[in-house]
T-cell receptor
Framework: KNEVEQSPQNLTAQEGEFITINCSYS?????LHWLQQHPGGGIVSLFM???GKKKHGRLIATINIQEKHSSLHITASHPRDSAVYIC?????????????FGEGTQLTVNP | DARVTQTPRHKVTEMGQEVTMRCQPI?????VFWYRQTMMQGLELLAY????????DSGMPKDRFSAEMPDATLATLKIQPSEPRDSAVYFC??????????????FGNGTRLTVT
C-alpha cells in the first residue's frame, strides 16, 4: 500500500462542475502539499496546509489530521483547470522532512 | 517574481557521459529538493538539503549520482556515468524552513534528460 493514495486517478468533468480530488496518507506528517502540473510539465505549488482549510480563488483545500485525509475542491471548473493534481506529504523534521508524492489525478475539464 | 532556475532545460547525451544539472534556488530559501519524474515511477525524491547540508539522499543511486550545494545560490546534481534508464525530467524545488514552519515549495521548470 502506498503511503499516499489519491482518488480518482482520472477525472473528466464538464465546465462549471464542482470537482473533488481526495488524498489519504498513512504516515505522520508536518504538512501536506497540493501541486498542479500542466501538460507543459511545469509544477506549481497550490497549497501547503497542516490543519483546517485554505482557499485561493476557486480552489479550496481541506485537511483532517485525525483521519489522515485531505481534499482539493475546484468550484465552477474551467477547461484551463485541466492538469495533473498531485498530493504530497511532508514527514516531520524528526523523520527527515521527506516529501512523499501521490500518483496524481489527471483532470480534464471539457467546454 | 522570484523563481527557481534550472539549467539546462533539455539535455541529450550518450550513455556513459557525465551529466550535470544546475539549480538556483530562490534567494533566502534554505531548503533545496531534487526530484525525478518518469512515466513509470511518477515523482521521486532524490535529495534534500537544508542550509546547504544534505539531510536525505536515500532516494539517489549512490554509485552514479551525486548532489552538492557549493554555495547557497547553487545546487548541482551529477550523473556519472549516465545510463538510458536515467532518462527523466529532473526538478529542483526550494523552500524556507524554520522551527515548525515550512513554506510552500517553489519548483523549477525541470531539466529533461535523454540518455541514448
Amino acid at each position: 500500500k502506498n503511503e499516499v493514495e489519491q482518488s480518482p486517478q482520472n477525472l473528466t468533468a464538464q465546465e462549471g462542475e464542482f470537482i473533488t480530488i481526495n488524498c489519504s496518507y498513512s504516515v505522520g506528517i508536518s504538512a501536506l502539499h497540493w501541486l498542479q502540473q500542466h501538460p507543459g510539465g511545469g509544477i506549481v505549488s497550490l497549497f501547503m496546509l497542516s490543519s483546517g482549510k485554505k482557499k485561493h480563488g476557486r480552489l479550496i483545500a481541506t485537511i483532517n489530521i485525525q483521519e489522515k485525509h485531505s481534499s482539493l475542491h475546484i468550484t465552477a471548473s474551467h477547461p484551463r483547470d485541466s492538469a495533473v493534481y498531485i498530493c504530497a506529504v511532508r514527514a516531520p523534521p524528526t523523520s527527515g522532512s521527506r516529501l512523499t508524492f501521490g500518483e496524481g489525478t489527471q483532470l480534464t475539464v471539457n467546454p | 517574481d522570484a523563481r527557481v532556475t534550472q539549467t539546462p532545460r533539455h539535455k541529450v547525451t550518450e550513455m556513459g557521459q557525465e551529466v550535470t544539472m544546475r539549480c538556483q534556488p530562490i534567494l533566502g530559501h534554505n531548503t533545496v529538493f531534487w526530484y525525478r519524474q518518469t512515466m513509470m515511477q511518477g515523482l521521486e525524491l532524490l535529495a534534500y538539503f537544508r542550509n546547504r547540508a544534505p539531510l536525505d539522499d536515500s532516494g539517489m543511486p549512490k554509485d552514479r549520482f551525486s548532489a552538492e550545494m557549493p554555495d547557497a545560490t547553487l545546487a548541482t546534481l551529477k550523473i556519472q556515468p549516465s545510463e538510458p534508464r536515467d532518462s527523466a525530467v529532473y526538478f529542483c524545488a526550494s523552500g524556507l524552513e524554520g522551527g515548525s514552519y515550512n513554506s510552500p515549495l517553489h519548483f523549477g521548470n525541470g531539466t529533461r534528460l535523454t540518455v541514448t
